[in-house]
C-alpha cells in the first residue's frame, strides 16, 4: 500500500495507515518520499511517526537530495 497523506498533516491517520503496512519510504511523483514533504512543510509530528516507522532519512531523490539535507 502506497500512501502519501503528510502534506495535510494528519500524523495519526499516518501513523494509523503505516500500522496497517504502508510503505513508509513510498516517492510521489516527483520523487519526494513522505518524510521530504513532511521535513519542507515542518510538519514535525509526521516526522516524528515517519522516523518511529523507520523511514530512510538518508534517501536520495533526483533533484533535492537527502530529507536530512533539507534540515540544514
Given amino acids: 500500500m502506497k500512501i ?3 502534506s495535510s498533516n494528519q500524523a ?8 496497517k ?7 510521489n511523483k516527483g520523487g519526494c518520499s513522505a518524510l521530504h514533504v513532511a521535513v519542507n ?6 516526522v516524528h511517526v515517519l522516523l518511529k516507522h523507520k523511514c530512510d532519512p ?6 533535492i537530495g537527502s530529507p ?5
Fill in 58 to 63: 538518508n534517501k536520495q531523490v533526483r533533484v
Fill in 41 to 46: 512543510k515542518q510538519q514535525l509530528r509526521c
Fill in 68 to 72: 536530512c539535507k533539507d534540515l540544514l
Fill in 12 to 19: 495519526d491517520v499516518t501513523e494509523f495507515l503505516l500500522s
Fill in 4 to 6: 502519501m497523506l503528510v
Fill in 21 to 27: 503496512n504502508a510503505q513508509v519510504n513510498a516517492v
